[in-house]
């Protein structure tokens, strides 16, 4: 038993000492891949600084904007992963540009790869990515956008009556957070993939959707029970849902049917090439599927919350948006908002393009390292290191009066999106720019251009209220918590055929 005894205490000893070794090696790595640039000198063992990222994520990347400061990058530690903040945007450029085999991989997700699966369009270089982006092109032509503009209005009228009859004679404020993101959910279902889900995939769709914005929260515990675990399962079954449709779309358009939805426009192009081009097999077309909605669902929430909460805080930026609508388009006509019409609503698109400039929904595009990156003269990234462009920082770069909420930035006169281009990055930039801009930016001026219009509404003001939290993207403290009221007579009677 001595002897026994002995040999645990021996090796508890040698375990002891390699724990320490170890934990000792993680520190100097950690010091080493740091340089000489701005991070703190000390890190957590093993889960870095997660803990911090978790509890309050808005604190975290804001100390990493000021640890940044004139040096332009700062690093720190997350889960054994050495990261690299990069808040200076011609920095950001570097990676932007580089995007490719040998220098730097769009991961969209610290953990991207694990949680979105393989078939993705963001993890895709050269002539495979140049190949599905040319298959994409279909999806976003004129006749395209002016199909899911009708069907975005359908979806937009039907929430917003829904609101306002649920909160009228006097019933508490709502908050907006989770009834945006029903709406969003609903005309990404509509319009990516139409007709092919019935009642019951939609509401499993929205529990597995649900799942997957927990999980990407979450620390990656890839296990039962745990959130990241379940948020990463949830996603192989909408993948697997969005391949059903891929294949129910492509027996439709060979019949010869109109296109009444994205994946429509999608198949009728691939089914007339022969043979059928690269990643264009039902379960690739489902993967890539999510990649659009992961895209827009949470992007779309997160502009359409921040526009309700600067309009209703800048009530002469409302009241132009108003009238300008009122010119256009009338709700008394009981038509839908043609596409010329959209076109003619220049200030209301200013003032989208304005909450996307001063609210980026996706604040950091993060990437990885495939190779060292010489990034300054001083300082060469480490290969692995997960690199993280700010988005949101850049926004506040260069352009005129950076901190105030200014629409008319934007205007013919003024042309800051031009001006200063290097830093309007929230749509991405390089071969991965985000491929529906045109489609999101719609998507928002209608929204905005039928709240607006319909509703009066007020926000119920609180401390903290329009604090930045992230839930995955940005979006008030409060959820944008406001009162609603009807501002016209009777709803407008849209349909497909008005």
């Known amino acids: 038993m001595v ?21 000792l090696l993680e520190q100097l790595s950690y010091l080493f891949k740091k340089r000489n640039i701005p991070g703190p000198l000390f890190v957590p063992p093993i889960i870095g600084n997660a803990v911090a990222l978790v509890r309050d994520p808005t604190s975290f990347w804001d100390k990493q904007s000021a640890t940044a400061g004139i040096s332009g990058l700062s690093a720190n530690y997350l889960i054994g992963k050495f990261i690299v903040y990069i808040r200076d945007t011609e920095l950001s450029h570097q990676i932007f540009s580089n995007v490719r085999p040998d220098a730097f991989h769009l991961i969209g997700h610290p953990f991207g790869k694990k949680l979105f699966g393989d078939h993705n369009l963001i993890y895709m270089f050269g002539e495979d990515h140049k190949s599905v982006r040319r298959q994409l092109a279909p999806n976003f032509t004129p006749k395209a956008l002016s199909t899911y503009s009708a069907l975005q209005q359908l979806v937009i009228l039907r929430h917003l009556r829904r609101w306002e009859e649920s909160t009228s004679g006097g019933s508490p404020p709502v908050s907006l957070r989770h009834l945006v993101r029903e709406l969003n959910l609903e005309t990404s279902q509509t319009v990516f993939v139409g007709p092919y889900l019935d009642k019951e995939a939609k509401n499993r769709f929205r529990t597995d959707y649900n799942l997957f914005n927990l999980g990407s929260m979450a620390l990656p515990v890839d296990l039962p029970g745990f959130a990241f675990g379940e948020a990463r399962r949830a996603v192989k079954r909408l993948a697997e849902t969005l391949a059903i449709c891929a294949g129910k779309s492509k027996a439709r358009m060979a019949a010869g049917e109109e296109p009444t939805c994205l994946i429509d426009f999608w198949m009728q192009a691939i089914i007339v090439e022969n043979p059928p081009p690269p990643h264009s097999g039902d379960e690739e077309i489902g993967g890539l599927l999510f990649d659009f909605l992961f895209a827009a669902q949470d992007a779309s929430t ?42 003619e609503m220049k200030y209301t698109r200013s003032v989208a393009r304005e909450v996307v400039r001063y609210r980026p929904p996706a604040t950091m595009v993060p990437h990885v390292a495939a190779t060292d990156f010489p990034l300054t003269e001083s300082y060469t990234i480490p290969k692995g290191t997960v690199v993280f462009p700010s988005v949101f920082d850049s926004s506040f770069q260069g352009f005129t009066e950076p901190d105030r909420f200014d629409p008319d930035r934007f205007s013919e006169t003024r042309q800051e999106d031009q001006v200063f281009k290097r830093n309007f990055l929230a749509f991405g930039w390089g071969p991965h720019q985000c491929v529906g801009q045109r489609y999101a930016l719609n998507h928002l001026v209608l929204f905005i251009a039928m709240f607006s219009s319909l509703l009066d509404f007020k926000r119920l003001r609180s401390d903290g209220c329009d604090d930045i939290v992230y839930c995955p993207t940005i979006s008030p403290k409060d959820g944008c918590t406001v009162f609603l009221s009807r501002r016209v007579a009777k709803y407008p009677n849209l349909s497909l055929n008005s």
């Open 3 to 23: 002897f026994i005894a002995s040999i645990i205490a021996s090796l508890g000893a040698y375990l002891i000492s390699a724990l320490l070794l170890f934990l």
């Open 302 to 343: 997160s502009s359409l919350l921040w526009a309700v909460t600067l309009l209703e805080s800048e009530p002469e930026v409302l009241n132009r948006v108003r009238e300008e609508v009122a010119k256009i388009w009338s709700p008394e006509s009981n038509a839908l908002i043609t596409v010329d019409q959209l076109a």
